[in-house]
């Protein structure tokens, strides 16, 4: 394994850490009083300068994107979640889009490429993606209960869906709906996925649902939606019926790890503002930077950011040279320890601010509640260690 920035990644990473410089920090103070479901007022410009400086879709590997491996892209992402409620989505490589559009690429058929995949790429239209719902437990996605029913020429879909991310995005205009097809198949064959316009008659979306307090708006807002006897074509199906559960799959592995790669970012970002902190603050007549307690949260912090680097970066050089099943161990591993370890190294930061770490002063709290929450987004924690520990126990398993 080799981490060594190559010539490519290293171009990529100058140009993006000078559009953080230039454009990103100074439009972040715009952030403390935007408090809508819509987009933040800069971001169209961050859009055009990010266009201009040819950083565009670098999440999406081939011709469609900027022809990145994951492990040419991990850096990148990592410098965006330094930032992510602006960097990512000013990049067109922001959730839920960045996993609608791998689904659509990898998946979708021609028409559903142009009508679709065309303009989320060009960031003309933002998407939504629902899953979750409220009545099940929507951490097994086999117990998904929306229905989605053949009728002749036509899907009928009715269900109950929430935290649906994406859907308050006033420029939300298509919804990949996942739902089950065949309740009596075997138990990873019954769901399929579809497309659904916002537009379509009988989607109703009912309420947007905040996080700790925040609207998400770097997910587009999350929202309650019903769907109540809504008729689209049998055309939008993507892929076959049965297929749902496998495009899930795989839809959330590099989503899995593009989350981890901006969660690094977002930990050296609390661990600056941790040490300017200390080294400007003097509480009873010594320096907060020579409390033996706040050291050691430094030093602690600086180890586990590099421990959860080097494992995001072998999984990002697995995905890249043996596949996504064969580096599934790996990928569940970050998804365990990357957000805990970003929570815990927030948490110290605001401990290090005092009261000014809880508000929108700094960018603090907003990233505490981001890497809390995604300790339960694609797949909770005990989830991925419950299937992690049986991978490990077959393997002994085998050798008896």
Known sequence: MDFDF??????YRKRLLAFMDEHVYPAEPSLASHDGWEPPAVLGGLQTAARAAGLWNLFLPGANGAGLTNLQYAPLAEITGRSPSLAPAALNCAAPDTGNMEVLNEFGSAEQKQQ????LLNGSIRSAFAMTEPGVASSDATNIGTRIVRDGDSYVING??????GAMNPNCKIFIVMGKTDPAAARHVQQSMIL?????PGVRVERGMRVFGYTDGDHGGHAEVFFDDVRVPASSLIGEEGSGFAISQARLGPGRIHHCMRLIGMAERALELMCTRALARTPFGKPLAEQGVVQDWIAESRVRIEQARLLVLKAAWLMDTVGNKGAHTEIQSIKIIVPSTTEWIIDKAIQAHGAAGVGQDTPLAALWAGARTLRLADGPDEVHKRSLA?????RYRSEK
């Open 390 to 394: 049986r991978r490990e126990l077959n």
């Open 160 to 165: 109950h869906k929430f935290y649906i991310s």
């Open 116 to 119: 679709w995949l065309e303009p």
């Open 6 to 11: 190559d010539a490519k990644t290293e171009d």
């Open 196 to 200: 659904v316009p916002r537009d379509t």
